[in-house]
């Protein structure tokens, strides 16, 4: 499978042109194959926006101010696909698609939903009709709408439904595909593995993480906290579901690993997830 970086990881390495021309040698070095984009971090980003990612310990940094193609190009990296809202995607589509196809994807994802409630059914259904008619708007430009879950998707709705089952039974396979993240529903609890299978074919990209605990010296208590970890050196089972992944068609995995990065390095980090993903694409 090819392989990437999602750039919500880089805000802190990119405040500048020449920090960012160093971070992007580093990831080609590092064997990557490019860098998966967020619309909001490719522009200019709102106060709420930095707000946003700054509580998660993800900044956006300066990279709104960057010419990316230009960045990407003379690294040699590449971008599977172009992450945005839907909001946006359904004000502006053509300014949307003509983004996406300047980076030379066809690939749009929409990363869910803010201030949204999963757990209404008839405002999940509607979401599930925005998706399809977004769907449609792309396919007539040759272009993929995808999907990408967090953990409230797994929010129930009734008796045995949850958020993500009405997401995937109410949006047409023809239209909407999905970029599975299977950090964030173990995150949420569920079992990750079930839910590739379920996808099967309409899983069209992979967000790919480890969780587990960083721990030295005497534990204060007995109870730790789990988060982000650098692939293989969690507890998360990533061989099965690699090759769940590989069954199901995925060709792009994108490496998105959060704040609990190794040093504080996400550049580290990346690196050494990188061992891990390139052993497993070994002949």
Do not use: C
């Not at 930095?50 to 509580?55: G, H, I, K, S």
């Not at 960057?66 to 589509?93: I, K, M």
């Not at 060709?251 to 580290?268: A, G, T």
């Amino acid at each position: 499978m090819n392989t990437y970086v999602q750039q919500i990881m880089l805000g802190t390495v990119t405040k500048s042109e020449v920090q960012a021309k160093e971070t992007m040698r580093r990831i080609k070095a590092a064997g990557y194959d490019g860098v998966e984009l967020n619309r909001f971090m490719i522009h200019p980003s709102s106060f709420m926006v930095r707000a946003l990612t700054r509580a998660a310990g993800m900044p956006t940094g300066n990279g709104g101010k960057l010419n990316w193609q230009s960045l990407l190009s003379e690294a040699g990296l590449t971008v599977p696909s172009l992450h945005t809202d839907l909001g946006s995607l359904e004000r502006e589509p053509d300014t949307v698609i003509g983004e996406a196809k300047g980076f030379k994807t066809d690939k749009i994802v929409i990363t869910g939903m803010y201030r949204f409630d999963y757990t209404d059914e008839k405002t999940v259904l509607e979401l599930a009709q925005r998706l399809n008619k977004a769907g449609e708007t792309l396919k007539s430009a040759a272009m993929t709408l995808l999907y990408h879950n967090h953990n409230v998707e797994l929010l129930p709705l009734r008796a045995g439904v949850r958020a993500y089952d009405v997401i995937l039974s109410e949006t047409d396979p023809e239209l909407v595909g999905f970029e599975f993240d299977s950090y964030w529903f173990t995150d949420g609890g569920a079992d990750a593995s079930a839910w590739m299978r379920k996808l099967g074919p309409r899983m069209k990209l992979w967000h790919i993480n480890d969780r587990g605990t960083r721990q030295s010296g005497p534990a204060m208590t007995p109870i730790l906290k789990a988060d982000s970890m650098e692939l293989g050196t969690g507890n998360m089972d990533l061989n099965g579901l690699w090759e769940i992944a590989r069954d199901n068609g995925v060709e792009d995995v994108i490496l998105e690993s959060h704040k609990n990065w190794v040093d504080k390095d996400p550049v580290k980090s990346l690196e050494l997830s990188a061992k891990w993903l390139h052993n497993k694409n070994k002949p």
